[in-house]
């Protein structure tokens, strides 16, 4: 018997050294998955108050981990928010924050997400992990910009915004019509670098998209993987497949964000079935505030003033929420201040990657905030609008250098002194306080000094 067990012994170390790295693992490099939805704003989810619109997956989410009421993104527009937050660097400093006149990147813009820039995708790849960037990608459409040459090993989705492909002659405002036609748009679905449909079935995107990324998740879940899950949708115009179409009572804009809400659920669905919720990670949120010109295709931003294209909080203030049982606090309420641009410190600390030491990174790691072990580490928010500075919060006092209500024909207005809100007191900024905190005004300014004086801009991309 004894000779038996000692026989048995090398196959036990065998099987236990097998198996350690498996283990190491799951307690050390968790998966990551970013959902982003396009324009959704900061009041359209059922948990942070939208009365209409229905968002069982995301409340539970929600539920289920970390709600934040105050994360930012670091532009008012598509573009130059998706290069901060796959880059944790201001726009600027890519050369992706353009200006009023461009304001994102279009089909004639000469370049892109510069091939220098470290994306998560790229320092995880670098770590082991499996790669796919799912839906709008809007960082260049040129074959050096695209997500196969920043770290992704697969893109299934759209090089630009749903109505960057209009089809000739199409009717003006198209694109915010309560029933537009599937025959207005010519959009180009890839399959890496190469198209795969067009013009694309628009009102199955969503429907696809979710199909790719359980498929993702169910192939790779034997090893660490990032997928960065881009909603083309609620950005105009809106399309959902057939089983939410006049569904909701919020209407055609609610049975968009309703679809979307369906597809979080599918995600966490898997993952759970896959038995790797609690070795993931999920954050969802959505790239800028809800186009408000677009009336009832548009969304909504709460309490809060503004919308996309303005440095109001409705442009920039999203909502945020971190999943991953176990290690994130369930019903958990963040009222610190965090941005898209801390998670790439927060990703490639979870998976032991560097964090880039030769360029600015401009995020903060939010892991220990995120894990119950320690404050947010972030008190300031600098506010840009294009490649200039509109406003500065820092701790609760956000001051406003200019300000611009995001489609207007005025032009943008300047304060000097600032306007000045104090954000818990006064979250929807009806309230100026300038005149008396003029030692809070001269700290902020000092701030914007101190940022100006080493910001180096990047080679303009637009
Ligand atoms: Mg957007």
Redesign the pocket.
């Known amino acids: 018997m004894r000779k038996y067990i000692l026989s048995l012994l090398p196959v036990a170390f065998v099987a236990l050294v097998a198996t350690a790295p498996a283990v190491a693992r799951a307690e050390k490099s968790p998966n990551i998955v970013i959902i982003l939805a396009?324009?959704l704003g900061y009041g359209d989810l059922g948990c942070y108050g939208h009365p209409s619109i229905r968002t069982p997956n995301l409340d539970r989410m929600a539920a289920e981990g970390m709600r934040f009421t105050d994360f930012y993104v670091a532009a008012t527009?598509?573009t130059p928010?998706r290069a901060a937050l796959l880059t944790g660097r201001l726009p600027i400093r890519s050369g992706m924050s353009g200006d009023l006149q461009h304001r994102v990147q279009t089909r004639n813009s000469p370049g892109g997400l510069p091939p220098e820039e470290i994306t998560i995708a790229r320092a995880l790849k670098g770590k082991g992990y499996a790669t796919q960037a799912i839906g709008k990608w809007h960082l260049g459409h040129y074959p050096q910009n695209l997500p196969t040459s920043h770290g992704f090993d697969n893109f299934y989705g759209l090089r630009w915004?749903n109505d960057m492909e209009p089809t000739r002659g199409i009717p003006k405002g198209s694109s915010g019509n309560l029933d537009p036609k599937p025959e207005w748009w010519n959009c180009t679905l890839m399959r890496n670098d190469q198209p795969l449909e067009q013009p694309t079935d628009l009102s199955t995107l969503t429907k696809r998209y979710t199909e790719e990324a359980v498929r993702f998740i169910e192939q790779n879940r034997k090893k660490p993987f990032f997928l960065y899950f881009a909603h083309t949708y609620p950005?105009v115009p809106l399309f959902a497949s057939k089983q939410f179409q006049k569904t909701s009572p919020r209407g055609l804009y609610g049975d968009v964000v309703e679809e979307l809400d369906w597809s979080v659920g599918q995600v966490l669905d898997t993952l759970r079935k896959q038995g790797l919720d609690k070795n993931t990670l999920v954050f969802f949120t959505?790239?800028?505030g809800p186009w408000l010109v677009k009336d009832q295709v548009g969304g909504c931003a709460g309490l809060l003033q503004g919308g996309?294209g303005s440095t109001w909080e409705g442009g920039m203030r999203e909502p945020g929420i971190a999943w991953w049982p176990g290690h994130v606090k369930a019903g958990s309420v963040n009222r610190e201040m965090a941005s898209s641009l801390d998670l790439l410190s927060t990703c490639l600390t979870l998976g032991k990657a560097p964090i880039p030491s030769d360029r600015i990174i401009d995020g903060v790691d939010m892991t220990p905030m995120l894990l119950g072990k320690g404050p947010g580490q972030r008190n300031l928010m600098i506010y840009y609008n294009g490649d200039e500075v509109y406003a500065i919060r820092k701790g609760p006092y956000k001051a406003h250098f200019t300000t611009f209500a995001g489609y207007s024909k005025e032009p943008p207005e300047k304060h000097d002194p600032p306007l000045l809100f104090h954000l818990p007191n006064d979250p929807g900024e009806r309230f100026n306080i300038a005149a008396e905190h003029p030692e809070v005004i001269a700290d902020i300014k000092q701030e914007l000094e101190n940022h100006r004086a080493k910001l180096v801009p990047g080679k303009r991309q637009y």
């Open positions: 396009d324009d527009v598509c928010s915004s950005h959505s790239d800028n996309k």
